[in-house]
């Protein structure tokens, strides 16, 4: 079982910036497909971005496309998320994921492990 731990949440001005991390333990991270997802108050959790194994992939929904920039570091076992040009609209509890079979997807029933996530504000 992998355990994740979000962290860089907080309280952003519209146009800023904020870089979240998920630490990943408790397996071998380069094994596993990694995406953050959002939610916000009363809504559905929302795909964000998604990148492969091997980096060699990656996805976005098309609210963070050009903003948004996933990545991750094997070697530190972590996932990034940089999110720039923030909205009120983005404002919501970030969430990541793995997925342990091959293949990108926004349907968050394919993911296998969450972390507790962490709280973005975007204040307008």
């Known amino acids: 079982q992998v355990q994740l731990v979000e962290s860089g949440g907080g309280l952003v001005q519209a146009g800023g910036s904020l870089r979240l991390s998920c630490a990943a333990s408790?397996?071998?991270?380069?094994?596993?497909?990694m995406a953050w997802f959002r939610q916000a108050p009363g809504e559905e959790r929302d795909f964000v971005a998604a990148?492969?194994?091997?980096?060699?992939?990656?996805m976005y929904a098309d609210s963070a496309k050009g903003r948004f920039t996933i990545s991750r570091d094997n070697a530190k076992n972590t996932v990034y998320l940089q999110m720039n040009s923030l909205k009120p609209e983005d404002t919501a509890v970030y969430y990541c994921?793995?997925?342990?079979?091959?293949?990108?997807?926004?349907?968050?029933?394919?993911?296998?492990?969450w972390g507790q996530g962490t709280q973005v504000t975007v204040s307008s």
């Open positions: 990148i492969s194994r091997n980096v060699g992939s990656t």
């Open positions: 408790g397996g071998t991270f380069s094994r596993y497909g």
């Open positions: 994921a793995t997925r342990l079979l091959p293949g990108l997807t926004v349907n968050p029933t394919s993911y296998d492990n």
